[in-house]
Every structure is written in C-alpha cells, then in structure tokens.
C-alpha cells in the first residue's frame, strides 16, 4: 500500500485549497444570513444563490463531478485520489454541493451509471452530472427497523407495463429541495423469493402522481433545508417497467455497490470536519484565559489536542485503505474496511467536536462558532448508510469466521 498522494490529486489538493480560501470560508456567513432571510420570508427550502454563484466558480476552476471512479464521466479519480478532496470539502459541511459531489447524488449518479441503461442516463444521470437538478434516496421506512433492510414493507407490484409503488419512508435525503426530481426507491418485488432476492430498486420521478412530501425531519434540532430529510409517502404511484434498476430481485446487490461509495464519502468529509474542528479548538484555547494561564496551558486541554490529532490520523489512514482497497480489489471486497471506518470516523470526529465544544464554553453551543451544527452532522452519520451496530456485527462476525476451527 502506497498512500503517497498521486500528482494529479496534490494539483487539485492545492486547487481545491485555495478555492476553499478565497471563495468558501469567506462564504459561510452569507449562507447562514440567505438561508434566515428565507425563513423571514416563509420560503425556507428555496435554494440559496450563494451556492449557486459558487457552482459557477467551481466550475471554471475544473473543480466539479470528482468523485466518479471507474467512469467515463467526472474527473477519473480513484477512490484514493478523492478521498484527499474530499476531506477538504469536508471542513464545510454544505461546500460538497459547490462541487457537485455531495450525498445522496453522488450516491444516486454512482448507482445510475453503474447499474442504469443508456436511457436512465440519458434523462436522469445527465442533469444530475450537470447541476441542473437534484436527488433522493428511498429507503429507510418509520414503520420497521430498517437497519435490517430485509424488514423493509415498501411494495413495488408489477402490473402491465408499469410497476405500482405504495410505501411511506423518511430520512429520505434530499427530498425536501425542490430541484429534486428523481428518487431511488427500494421496495419488495416479491416478498416469497429468498430473503435477499425480494427487494428490487426502481426510479420514480418526483413529479408522479401519488408522491407526497408528508414532513421535514430535524437532525437534532437543525432541519438541513433547502436540502432535508423528509418522510414520503408513495400511494399507488405507477411507473414504467422499464424504470426498474438491473431486473426484480437485485435491490440488495444494487444496494451493496450504492452504499460502499457513500459510506466512505462521508467518512472522508468527516476527517475533514474534525480537522477543523481541531483547528478552532487550538485557537480558541490559545486566546482564552483562566484561572490565570489560557486554556492551552491547561493539561486536560493538552491531553485532548493530543488524543483528537492521534484519532485523527489513524482514521485517516484507515480511511486511505479503503479506498485503496476499493481500488484494487473493488466495493465487495473491500466491505471489512468501509464497515469498520464507518465505525470509526464518525465516532472520532463526535469526540474531537466534543472536545473543541468544551474549549469554546457556552460559544461552542450557540450559532457564533459552527461546532453545534458540526456535531448534529457527525452523530446523525452514526447512523446514516448502516448504523454503527451493523458494521460491527459485520466486523465480529468475520473476525469470529477468521478464527473459526
């Protein structure tokens, strides 16, 4: 293994680097300030033009569509070359989008290249490649524990040539904004196959009658617009055959190839988080003075600069494996490493947040410093794309096998 950053991704490192100087950061507060001028004016999920006018510089810069691997389409990057970028992106939870590499269309483009048909292409992954509109991702159901994605109820029956969807979902991502205009939905297409052959996974335009947007769901108080996460409901929604991904039955396998990519998206913007949350913390504690020393003097601030750096980097490392196992060996086998670094980045990055929230005192908490908002993000990843549970009965399991007699 040889994590030395290839030339092409230290061009783009420094590129990507100086954009985040002269055009993000400076950025963050325009976007805080357009997004409650929109809840003034009763249109909080109207998309912002600051993100909008930035889309536009990413673009002239040749910073845009970086994370397709194995592609005709995007920039060509290995999941090693991008997972640097994406770390970057990362330090600004919203900043993804500039890029037009944020979840769940990066998901939802992966998915469609992988496993769509030239018209799937054609009509849906094209505009998503381009900005021109956004997506969501059907899944998760409120009425079953869906961490055991076979409990999903969802039903997409075949009739004629159509297939009729009836379910209601939520943490539906991206649903709340209203650029999207394609879900991916997963839904039992025959519920007495084996287990792992009953779902299926279909496009459903967001316009088709019988989609219904029911509620916005808060992240720990925070409501992600425009972008949100929204509970759905799908009644008698009729769709074509020909909108059904790979044939009936292959939900799970179309699931498997989605999700590897996701997962560790999110485990490389969260390096990147915690990163500056560490940044912030060390400044704060350097300017800040108590019981006569600044608060970097005090051990206890020193012992947790030190444990987050050590976090940080091992998570790094583990991170720059998977995704050169990705790379040489491919998603599905390189499953052992994305589980356990989507144990372990949102994890470290919960603490490090935490830490930099105790330096910054009552600051940490209000909406003077991002780190509240930074830890709303990091805990709900504990459960996006698979709970921390899941992976690690994943990981024992084949640790148990390994030693198996």
């Not at 909008?52 to 910073?63: F, I, S, T, W, Y």
């Not at 990147?272 to 970097?296: D, P, Y």
């Amino acid at each position: 293994m040889d994590f030395e950053y290839t030339p092409r991704t230290r061009a783009l490192q420094d590129k990507l680097q100086a954009f985040m100087a002269e055009h993000i950061y400076p950025a963050e507060a325009r976007y805080d300030e357009e997004q409650a001028a929109n809840t003034a004016a009763g249109n909080r999920w109207k998309p912002l033009q600051v993100i909008e006018d930035l889309k536009v510089k990413a673009r002239a810069a040749g910073l845009w569509n970086l994370f397709l691997p194995e592609s005709e389409y995007g920039a060509g990057l290995l999941n090693q070359e991008y997972a640097p970028l994406a770390e970057i992106m990362g330090r600004v939870p919203w900043s993804s989008e500039v890029f037009n590499c944020s979840a769940p269309d990066t998901g939802n483009m992966e998915t469609i290249v992988r496993y769509g048909t030239a018209e799937h292409k054609k009509q849906w992954l094209e505009p998503l490649l381009d900005g021109k509109i956004r997506s969501a991702f059907a899944m998760t159901e409120p009425a079953v524990a869906s961490s055991d994605a076979t409990n999903i109820e969802s039903r997409i029956e075949r009739q004629g040539d159509d297939y009729i969807i009836n379910g209601r979902k939520w943490w539906t991502s991206g649903a709340g904004d209203p650029r999207c205009k394609i879900y991916i939905f997963m839904g039992k297409t025959d519920p007495t196959a084996p287990k792992h052959s009953q779902q299926s996974m279909i496009l459903v335009p967001a316009d088709t009658p019988g989609v219904k947007v029911l509620r916005p769901l808060h992240v720990m108080g925070y409501d992600d617009a425009p972008h949100g996460h929204m509970e759905v409901l799908f009644e008698n929604v009729r769709v074509p055959a020909s909108n059904i991904l790979l044939g009936e039955g292959r939900g799970f396998e179309i699931a498997q190839g989605r999700l590897g990519p996701g997962r560790i998206h999110h485990c490389m913007r969260l390096i990147g988080l915690a990163e500056r949350s560490l940044e912030l913390m060390c400044k704060r504690a350097s300017s800040r003075v108590a019981f006569g020393k600044t608060i970097a003097q005090q051990t206890v601030t020193q012992e947790r600069i030190a444990e987050a750096r050590c976090m940080i980097e091992q998570a790094r490392l583990l991170t720059m494996k998977a995704a050169w196992m990705m790379d040489v060996a491919g998603n599905k086998t390189a499953k052992l490493e994305i589980a356990m670094i989507k144990v372990v980045a949102p994890s470290m990055a919960c603490q490090v947040i935490d830490w930099a929230m105790q330096v910054h005192g009552g600051a940490g908490m209000c909406q003077d410093f991002p780190l509240a908002n930074f830890y709303a993000h990091a805990r709900t990843l504990r459960f996006a794309d698979g709970p921390d549970e899941v992976h690690r009965n994943a990981i024992a399991k084949w640790e148990l096998g390994r030693h198996a007699a």
